[in-house]
Nanobody, 115 residues
């Protein structure tokens, strides 16, 4: 059974930093691309960043230069380091894995950036 458990969200002032973690189980983690998505109130869920099994990364234009996605295969965890946070980054952040053509999501973690 695939499980993704996020942690690390919270309330931070604009310009601050947070690091999100996603612990995975039930997948061949080291071979699996992983991603972070977010959904703000009234908006569609959007891709924030993704990382391939070989470490190739991809970022939404809105977070390039501020966010960094990384993975630790030994800890079966993917991270999202978020710096220079802006109020527009306020959203629920979800960890994502696509396994055998199925999408799996974590429960989400709230990130709130105050101005």
């Amino acid at each position: 059974q695939v499980q993704l458990v996020e942690s690390g969200g919270g309330l931070v002032q604009a310009g601050g930093s947070l690091r999100l973690s996603c612990a995975a189980s039930g997948i061949m983690f080291r071979f699996n691309p992983m991603g972070w998505y977010r959904q703000a109130p009234g908006k569609q869920r959007e891709l924030v960043a993704s990382i391939g099994s070989a470490g190739t990364t991809n970022y939404a234009d809105s977070v390039k230069g501020r966010f960094t996605i990384s993975r630790d295969n030994a800890k079966i965890t993917v991270y999202l380091q978020m710096n220079s946070l802006e109020p527009e980054d306020t959203a629920v952040y979800y960890c994502h894995a696509r396994v055998m053509n199925r999408d799996f999501w974590g429960q989400g973690t709230q990130v709130t950036v105050s101005s």
